[in-house]
């Protein structure tokens, strides 16, 4: 497979932007295909080191990656876009692979809530041990300084994580960014594991850039920020703590496993007869564990948009892919929100009752479920135990790796 993604990368015909652009991406995202296909069969049955449920998140990854080199063709209006890949019908044979590691999911007994989480939020199988080594933490103390005005190591931030991936150890490895405006698309590779960057603050240390697809761009490789997919939670587990988030269309997309907490999401104004999306899920396989979760934080009108907010529509999302899976909880909702909640995409019923969009012990003066869309997807959670599945503990394993970052979480509802 690894020299199947080669031979594609080197084909002489990719000779407009377009295709370089799609033809870069595909062949970053075959080869990030390859290294978790392989490290699911060595860690899961050679090395027997990791989880059923790590194996389902990195099968979950290889299957969004292909979605997303697919994707990516058709963004930039090359609809016969054919990779060698695709002609042994990969997505296929990974679907299926979720399917069945689904089961030793479910038998390891980790399709678990609440109760099977402690107190001190780690799962009951943990031992004395490794309960000691994860509750352990730090102060945190930079490895590297990034400042614009040169009294860092660097000046730029792809730099220093460049500098860290040449590290002999992957330990955690912190960067702190001092204050300034860093224009520029960060890239860390997949090698290049454990990087934590530690900014002055959220309106002091700022990065941003401005590719996109008129300008020849995939939305995957396109810009670090911006108003429409602005964050893309690509794929993964991820985990976002005190938040700034902004954005107009689509803005929180992608297809990981992610939870917000005690976040501020504001919405902006958007462009003259556009709809506000929140977030746009893309889960296209009902066996990845993946989906967003909105818990403790809050959904706001932006600055730019409060004097205007009657005049445009806002919604909670749309359902990109067919399993689309969004859930928010006791999460306070302001009178930006449309009563429906939840947009059709398109104006089709396109995956209304495939999808999953619940809603839990919301509050605020757009929280009310009266008026919600009636799809069969859409679900008002009143069972705590239904709810704790989309938490840190469930939704993401966290227990098993949030507490050695020394990031402060809430592992239940």
């Known amino acids: 497979m690894r020299n199947i993604a080669h031979q594609f990368g080197q084909n002489n015909w990719l000779t407009n932007k377009r295709k370089k652009s799609v033809s870069r991406d595909c062949l970053k995202l075959y080869d990030n295909t390859v290294f978790h296909l392989n490290r699911t069969f060595s860690d899961l049955h050679v090395k027997k080191k990791c989880s059923s449920f790590d194996a389902q998140t990195w099968l979950s990854t290889a299957y969004t990656n292909i979605q997303t080199c697919q994707n990516g063709a058709l963004e930039l209006n090359i609809p016969k876009f054919v990779v060698p890949i695709m002609k042994v019908n990969m997505t ?135 108003y429409q997919d602005t964050l893309m939670v690509h794929a993964q587990r991820q985990f976002y703590k005190e938040c700034y988030i902004y954005g107009t269309v689509d803005f929180i997309f992608g297809n990981a496993a992610v939870v917000f907490q005690n976040c501020i999401i504001l919405v902006r104004r958007p462009l003259n007869g556009q709809a506000n999306m929140i977030t746009a899920q893309g889960r296209d396989d009902p066996f990845q564990n993946t989906g967003i979760s909105i818990h403790n934080s809050q959904i706001r009108a932006a600055p730019d948009f409060k004097p205007v907010v009657s005049k445009f529509k806002t919604f909670m999302g749309r359902p990109w892919q067919r399993y689309s899976r969004v859930v928010v909880m006791k999460s306070f909702m302001d009178n930006l929100v449309s009563p429906m909640g939840w947009s059709p995409w398109g104006g089709t019923n396109f995956a209304q009752s495939t999808l999953f969009y619940g809603e839990y012990k919301n509050f605020g003066p757009g929280s009310s479920t009266r008026n919600r869309v009636r ?39």
Do not use: C
């Open 92 to 226: 296929e044979i990974i679907s299926n692979s979720l399917f069945v590691n689904w089961e030793f999911v479910k038998r390891d007994g980790l399709v678990h809530y609440t109760d099977d989480v402690t107190e001190e939020a780690f799962p009951r199988w943990f031992s004395v041990r490794e309960r000691k080594l994860l509750e352990s933490s730090r102060v945190i103390k930079a490895h590297l300084v990034v400042a614009k005005d040169g009294s860092g190591h660097f000046k730029k931030v792809q730099d220093a994580i460049n500098a860290a991936g040449r590290r002999k150890f992957k330990t955690r490895f912190v960067i702190r960014v001092k204050r300034g405006v860093y224009r520029e698309n960060i890239v860390v590779g997949k090698m290049n594991d454990n990087i934590m960057l530690v900014g002055d603050g959220s309106r002091t240390t700022i990065i941003t850039s401005n590719r996109n697809v008129q300008a020849g761009f995939t939305t995957y490789s396109s810009a670090t920020a911006g």
């Open 375 to 413: 799809w069969p997807g859409y679900h008002v959670m009143s069972s705590p135990a239904q709810a704790s599945q989309f938490t840190v503990a469930n939704l993401l394993a966290g227990a098993t790796w949030l507490p050695s970052t020394g990031v402060p979480f809430t592992s239940g509802l």
